[in-house]
């Protein structure tokens, strides 16, 4: 493999990983303010005792963000050189922000919200809830502006340097914080991250109630994760739906790839399918029109087809196509999890159906799948273009750094992250089978 | 006369790797310590003392490098994909630290708190060195084509003055950790502690002068500044003035005036070499005309003033609660059953 292929999946690697845990943190910050708010609300002990049991499943999944996220911050310099030279000014601007205004905020906070049960009044802490939840949804913000720059710039202009080449500069900052497809993208991140955040209360809780532990604690959390589970779920249906729009007016060969759509002509919404690239023909069970009348509201609208573009200014069709649909299949099955689970809850029979808490403790891993597969679909939807029309991907790698070197540090990360993520799932085991006592009402007990 | 936005970037990027260095600085330095402590309990108030602020510490490392990449793109890319081994080992390294903070105190067992021990300390001692090593780097001048690239080899990065300021950075923490433990502890532990200050500090101060030797001898460059703007000479004066206060805090028992005095020392110690390295960012040698300075490796001047908004805002929020954070976990490490 080249540097380029290797460089791409390195970065692939190491923000798959890292993605793992920043939805966790912003999912699972909303539920500690929920928590701990209904606390301070009702006094009742066992808001306190949900809340300071999440607050230690937070503080690991928090530590394996920022062990990962460093990473990131300098990746940009260290493998895409020449993306970093071309976007400095533009993209390094939005990362500087994520510094200044979340990473300080969440991680200064992080220390009270984990230590500072005892030394602090209730609703001093409840602000440090509040202000580490808060630091992860604006860092979700800031990162959200930075890649929707690279997918539908805006409020830039390109200007020639003294020593030769070009590079984007800002005219308008407000122009580049809400580039077209910014608002759209935040809320779809976050109802992703409010659904992986919510499903793991779920699964835990779940998981209890089968075992028969702490069922008071279990089923109160439930209830509340539930209603948090159902409303996500719902409404990132029409953020996807809002979403998609914004991809079909700003980059029309991202939203044919992931239909597989070739022909400029009314578009049909296919429910499953395969894509046969080399004939440009797209085989599956699909809905006629549909996909034309949810982009514009008329199922005969014509919508641009992949046959608009060369073939190198395409992203590679099946693969996006796969995961898009996965994404959505997905995201179906939550909403009906969810809101499956609030009519039993609704008829009395939550706690009987014990298929049904399996299927919660297993659905852990749904929102963890629909988050990567749609950063999979978006950003390999862009390609071949890392800032979308403006520079490909090709041109910027790193021209000093060797394609060896490249080979040297992504064995040495897949090995770290290899190690990291058993260690990560054995003790995010270990807290779970400890349960919410603390360690010294354990020891009264023995 | 237009305002130099370079020059105040130039500083303020200064300032996020300063504060990196003073509150991390302690944090690394208490990690190379670590495993001179041999009692479980002893390591545990070691890690304790850092517990709840050594993530916060970080950031500031994580923002320096935001705010490298958006005022001088140029220079992030250079330095980061130049000195790309030594990087991907110092990000190695601050990644294995973070998860043996986290991961040592989930289990009992002797190998596994041992083996999160090594690495936690090792990882500490490495990233303290690699950060030195880079500044030794960018001191020395590294070769770079005429199109900002680093033209040299990871091998070629190992030069005499770059380990020196590599083991100078090891001392020079070492000691700030060894001041700061002292203030978190209490009684025999306590004591035996102060006897490290000592130590620590003999070795800082002998590493300190041989680096400003070589720095006066080798690399002249370091003294234009200075000699353009001789008013900056009250820089390397109060440096010296606030290392010399530290063995005199330290034999007047005062604690925390000698970590005043240490965070003081390392505050002027980063000024210099900011003053030092003054205009370039980048300095080509051989090639010197290759070099980048804050002009040539700048953001637009529309970026830099709106970024210095974002100062202007963040800023005093971050230190205010950075503050408030500090002052809740002042006093003795207590190990309660939140504790790592």
């Given at each position: 493999?080249?540097?380029?292929?290797?460089?791409?999946?390195?970065?692939?690697?190491?923000?798959?990983?890292?993605?793992?845990?920043?939805?966790l943190?912003i999912?699972?910050?909303?539920c500690?303010?929920?928590f701990?708010?209904?606390?301070?609300?009702?006094?009742?002990?066992?808001?306190?005792e949900?809340?300071?049991?999440?607050?230690?499943?937070?503080?690991?999944?928090?530590?394996?963000?920022?062990?990962?996220?460093v990473?990131?911050?300098?990746?940009?310099?260290?493998?895409?050189?020449?993306?970093?030279?071309?976007v400095?000014?533009?993209?390094g601007?939005?990362?500087?922000?994520?510094?200044v205004?979340?990473?300080?905020?969440?991680?200064?906070?992080?220390?009270?919200?984990?230590?500072?049960?005892?030394?602090?009044?209730?609703?001093?802490?409840?602000?440090?809830?509040?202000?580490?939840?808060?630091?992860?949804?604006?860092?979700?913000?800031?990162?959200v502006v930075a890649?929707?720059?690279?997918?539908?710039?805006?409020?830039?202009?390109?200007v020639?340097?003294?020593?030769?080449?070009i590079r984007?500069?800002?005219t308008?900052?407000?122009?580049?914080?809400f580039?077209?497809?910014?608002?759209?993208?935040?809320?779809?991140?976050?109802?992703?991250?409010?659904?992986?955040?919510?499903?793991?209360?779920?699964?835990?809780s779940?998981?209890?109630?089968?075992?028969?532990?702490?069922?008071?604690?279990?089923?109160?959390?439930?209830?509340?994760?539930?209603?948090?589970?159902?409303a996500?779920?719902?409404?990132?249906?029409?953020s996807?739906?809002?979403?998609?729009?914004?991809?079909?007016?700003?980059?029309p060969?991202?939203?044919?790839?992931?239909?597989?759509?070739y022909?400029?002509?009314?578009?049909?919404l296919?429910?499953?399918?395969?894509?046969d690239?080399?004939?440009?023909?797209?085989?599956?069970?699909?809905?006629?029109?549909?996909?034309?009348?949810?982009?514009?509201?008329?199922?005969?609208?014509?919508v641009?087809?992949?046959n608009?573009?060369t073939p190198d200014?395409?992203?590679?069709?099946?693969?996006?196509?796969?995961?898009?649909?996965?994404?959505?299949a997905?995201?179906?099955?939550l909403?009906?999890?969810?809101?499956?689970?609030l009519f039993?809850?609704?008829?009395?029979?939550?706690?009987?159906?014990?298929?049904?808490?399996?299927v919660?403790?297993?659905?852990?891993?749904?929102?963890?799948a629909?988050n990567?597969?749609?950063?999979?679909?978006a950003?390999?939807?862009?390609?071949?273009?890392?800032?979308?029309?403006?520079?490909?991907?090709?041109?910027?790698?790193s021209?000093?750094?060797?394609?060896?070197?490249?080979?040297?540090?992504?064995i040495?990360?897949?090995?770290?992250?290899?190690?990291?993520?058993?260690?990560?799932?054995?003790?995010l085991?270990?807290?779970?089978?400890?349960?919410?006592?603390t360690?010294?009402?354990?020891?009264h007990?023995? | 006369m237009?305002?130099?936005?370079?020059?105040?970037?130039?500083?303020?990027?200064?300032?996020?790797?300063?504060?990196?260095?003073?509150?991390?600085?302690?944090?690394?330095?208490?990690?190379a310590?670590h495993l001179?402590?041999?009692?479980?309990t002893?390591?545990?108030?070691?890690?304790?003392?850092?517990?709840?602020?050594w993530?916060?510490?970080?950031?500031?490392?994580?923002?320096?490098?935001?705010a490298?990449?958006?005022?001088?793109?140029?220079?992030y890319?250079?330095?980061?994909?130049?000195?790309?081994?030594?990087?991907?080992?110092?990000?190695?390294?601050?990644?294995?630290?973070?998860v043996?903070?986290?991961?040592?105190?989930?289990?009992?067992?002797?190998?596994?708190?041992?083996?999160?021990?090594?690495?936690?300390?090792?990882?500490?001692?490495?990233?303290?060195?690699?950060?030195?090593?880079?500044?030794?780097?960018?001191?020395?001048?590294?070769?770079?084509?005429?199109?900002?690239?680093?033209?040299?080899t990871f091998?070629?990065l190992?030069?005499?003055?770059?380990?020196?300021?590599?083991?100078t950075?090891?001392?020079?923490?070492?000691?700030?950790?060894?001041?700061?433990?002292?203030?978190?502890?209490?009684?025999?532990?306590?004591?035996?502690?102060?006897?490290?200050?000592?130590?620590?500090?003999?070795?800082?101060?002998?590493?300190?002068?041989?680096?400003?030797?070589?720095?006066?001898?080798?690399?002249?460059?370091?003294?234009t500044?200075?000699?353009q703007?001789?008013?900056?000479?009250?820089?390397?004066?109060?440096n010296?003035?606030?290392?010399?206060?530290?063995?005199?805090?330290v034999s007047?028992?005062q604690?925390?005036?000698?970590?005043?005095?240490?965070?003081?020392?390392?505050?002027?110690?980063?000024a210099?070499?900011?003053i030092?390295?003054?205009?370039?960012?980048?300095?080509?040698?051989?090639?010197?005309?290759?070099?980048?300075?804050?002009?040539?490796?700048?953001s637009?001047?529309?970026?830099?003033k709106?970024?210095?908004l974002?100062v202007?805002?963040?800023?005093?929020?971050?230190?205010s609660?950075?503050?408030?954070?500090?002052?809740?976990?002042?006093?003795?490490?207590?190990?309660?059953?939140?504790?790592?």
């Open positions: 493999m080249d540097a380029l292929a290797l460089s791409r999946a390195q970065f692939g690697l190491t923000i798959a990983f890292h993605y793992i845990f920043p939805p943190s999912g699972l910050g909303l500690l303010v929920l701990e708010g209904f606390y301070l609300f009702t006094r009742e002990k066992l808001y306190l949900i809340a300071r049991f999440y607050t230690r499943i937070f503080g690991l999944i928090f530590a394996m963000g920022v062990a990962t996220g990473v990131m911050e300098f990746q940009f310099g260290t493998n895409w050189a020449s993306y970093s030279r071309f400095g000014d533009v993209f601007s939005a990362l500087a922000a994520e510094g205004f979340a990473f300080f905020l969440e991680s200064g906070f992080l220390g009270l919200l984990l230590f500072g049960w005892d030394r602090i009044k209730p609703r001093t802490h409840f602000f440090a809830t509040l202000m580490v939840c808060l630091g992860a949804h604006f860092s979700a913000v800031w990162i890649n929707s720059w690279q997918q539908t710039p805006a409020g830039y202009h390109l020639g340097q003294p020593g030769g080449g984007a500069e800002v308008d900052f407000w122009q580049v914080v580039s077209p497809s910014t608002v759209s993208r935040i809320w779809h991140v976050y109802m992703g991250a409010w659904q992986a955040g919510a499903f793991a209360v779920l699964s835990i779940a998981y209890y109630l089968l075992k028969k532990k702490y069922e008071t604690f279990a089923k109160t959390g439930l209830k509340m994760a539930l209603v948090v589970a159902a996500a779920s719902l409404l990132q249906l029409f996807g739906h809002d979403s998609a729009k914004v991809v079909a007016a700003t980059q060969a991202k939203l044919a790839a992931y239909e597989g759509h022909e400029t002509a009314a578009a049909p296919y429910l499953f399918g395969w894509v690239e080399k004939n440009g023909q797209t085989h599956g069970v699909s809905i006629p029109g549909l996909l034309s009348y949810l982009v514009s509201g008329q199922s005969d609208a014509p641009t087809g992949l608009a573009f200014k395409r992203p590679p069709i099946n693969f996006v196509f796969q995961t898009y649909h996965a994404m959505i997905i995201g179906i099955a909403i009906a999890i969810a809101w499956f689970g039993l809850w609704w008829r009395g029979g939550l706690w009987k159906a014990r298929w049904f808490l399996w919660l403790v297993l659905s852990v891993l749904l929102p963890q629909a990567q597969l749609g950063w999979f679909s950003e390999v939807g862009r390609q071949p273009y890392i800032v979308y029309n403006l520079m490909k991907t090709s041109d910027a790698l021209k000093s750094v060797k394609a060896g070197e490249v080979l040297t540090s992504m040495l990360f897949g090995f770290i992250y290899s190690l990291l993520f058993v260690l990560f799932i054995y003790l085991n270990d807290k779970i089978q400890h349960g919410p006592e360690k010294e009402e354990q020891g007990r023995a | 237009n305002f130099d936005w370079q020059t105040l970037w130039f500083i303020l990027v200064g300032v996020l790797f300063t504060g990196y260095a003073i509150l991390d600085g302690f944090d690394l330095g208490v990690g310590l001179f402590v041999k009692d479980d002893e390591r545990r108030i070691f890690l304790n003392a850092i517990g709840p602020i993530d916060g510490n970080e950031v500031w490392l994580v923002t320096g490098g935001g490298l990449f958006a005022a001088f793109p140029e220079a890319a250079t330095v980061f994909s130049g000195f790309y081994l030594a990087f991907m080992l110092l990000l190695v390294a601050l990644i294995f630290r973070a043996a903070i986290e991961f040592r105190s989930k289990q009992p067992m002797k190998w596994w708190r041992q083996a999160w021990d090594i690495s936690f300390s090792i990882s500490s001692i490495l990233s303290a060195f690699l950060i030195g090593v880079a500044m030794g780097n960018l001191a020395w001048g590294i070769p770079l084509d005429a199109g900002h690239e680093f033209a040299g091998l070629g190992l030069k005499p003055f770059p380990i020196l300021l590599g083991l950075t090891v001392s020079l923490f070492a000691m700030h950790g060894s001041i700061f433990i002292v203030l978190k502890t209490e009684g025999a532990l306590q004591a035996k502690l102060k006897g490290w200050v000592k130590n620590t500090m003999i070795t800082f101060i002998l590493f300190y002068v041989l680096t400003t030797f070589a720095t006066l001898i080798y690399i002249p460059r370091m003294m500044t200075l000699q703007a001789p008013w900056l000479f009250i820089v390397p004066v109060l010296v003035l606030a290392i010399a206060n530290i063995p005199r805090n007047k028992g604690g925390f005036g000698a970590f005043l005095s240490s965070c003081a020392a390392l505050f002027f110690l980063m210099l070499f900011g030092g390295v003054y205009p370039y960012m980048v300095f080509s040698n051989p090639s010197p005309e290759n070099s980048l300075t804050i002009y040539n490796a700048a637009s001047v529309t970026t830099l709106i970024m210095s974002f202007a805002v963040g800023l005093p929020l971050i230190l609660y950075t503050l408030s954070i500090y002052w809740i976990f002042r006093g003795k490490v207590k190990l309660d059953s939140l504790s790592y």
